[in-house]
C-alpha cells in the first residue's frame, strides 16, 4: 500500500524503486528509508541514554582537577550529580545526537508527513552531527585520551551515530521540500547553542570546549572559531541542498 503523495519525498536513490513508485513524479518514504531511519534512531538514543546514565551515576573517569575555563569541576559523588547532568547536557555533541535520535524517530515512525519543521530539523539535524563529528576528529580526538566508559560513548557519539546519518540522508532523503525558510529554520538551534554556551559560560566561567573557551582565548579569539565552524556548516548545508535538488531531478527522471 502506498504511503500518501506529499512534497516532501523520501526515498532510496541508490535502490530500485517498486511499489512506492506513485504518479506526478512524486516519491513517498520507501520501507527500507523507514528501516534505516529506525536504525538510526536506535544507535541515537542509545548513545544519549548510556551517556546520561554514565553521567549521573559519575562513572567517566576524569581529572582530579579541572582545567581552567572548563567543564569537568563538578563535586565527586551524588554531591556533584546536579552539575554533571547540566554540563553534559551543554554538549553540542549531547544537542546533535538528541535531534538526530528524535528527527530520525519522527521520520521512522511518520515518514514524510514532517512538515517544513519536520524538514528543517532533519537538515539542522545532519548538519550538527556532521559538524560534531568533523569538530570532534580534528580538534579534539588528538589530544584527548580515552579511558573507562568513553571508550565506548564517545565512538558511539561521535563516529558511528553523525556516519549512520549522514549515509543514511543521502541514500534515503528526504527529498524536496527546502526552501530559503527552511534553511533559515535549520539555523535556529545552532545559533541557540552558541548564545547559551557564551552566555551561561559569562556567569560560571566554565566552557565545554576548548575552541569556546572565552577564559584561556577571549571573546575576539572564540568569536573567530565560531564564525570559521558556522562559515564551514554553511557549507555543508549548502551542498546538502544541492545533492538534493540533484537527487530529486534524478527521481523525476526515473518516475
Not at 118 to 138: N, S
Not at 187 to 212: K, N, S
Amino acid at each position: 500500500e502506498c504511503l500518501p503523495r506529499l512534497p516532501i519525498r523520501v526515498a532510496c536513490v541508490f535502490c530500485p524503486i517498486g511499489p512506492e513508485r506513485v504518479k506526478d513524479k512524486a516519491m513517498t518514504l520507501a520501507t527500507f528509508g523507514r528501516w534505516a531511519y529506525l536504525l538510526v534512531a536506535i544507535a541515537a538514543w542509545v548513545g544519549v541514554v548510556l551517556t546520561l546514565i554514565i553521567t549521573a551515576i559519575d562513572g567517566y573517569s576524569r581529572e582530579a582537577v579541572a582545567r581552567p575555563g572548563m567543564f569537568g569541576g563538578a563535586p565527586f559523588g551524588w554531591a556533584g550529580f546536579g552539575q554533571r547532568m547540566i554540563e553534559c547536557l551543554s554538549y553540542f555533541t549531547e544537542w546533535s545526537n538528541i535531534l538526530v535520535a528524535i528527527v530520525a524517530t519522527l521520520i521512522a515512525f511518520r515518514g514524510s508527513e514532517i512538515g517544513s519543521w519536520g524538514r528543517a530539523l532533519q537538515l539542522c539535524a545532519l548538519m550538527m552531527i556532521t559538524v560534531t563529528a568533523i569538530v570532534y576528529h580534528f580538534l579534539i580526538r588528538p589530544t584527548e585520551v580515552l579511558s573507562g566508559w568513553s571508550v565506548l560513548t564517545n565512538p558511539l557519539q561521535h563516529v558511528v551515530v553523525p556516519l549512520l546519518m549522514v549515509v543514511v540522508a543521502l541514500a534515503c532523503g528526504p527529498r524536496g521540500g527546502v526552501s530559503g525558510g527552511v534553511v533559515l529554520k535549520a539555523l535556529v538551534i545552532p545559533i541557540v547553542w552558541i548564545i547559551y554556551t557564551l552566555v551561561r559560560g559569562a556567569f560560571v566561567h566554565q566552557y565545554p570546549y576548548d575552541f569556546v573557551n572565552v577564559t584561556v582565548l577571549g571573546y575576539q579569539q572564540v568569536c573567530i572559531n565560531i564564525v570559521a565552524i558556522l562559515c564551514g556548516a554553511l557549507v555543508f548545508l549548502g551542498a546538502i541542498v544541492g545533492i538534493d535538488w540533484v537527487a530529486g531531478k534524478a527521481l523525476s527522471a526515473r518516475s
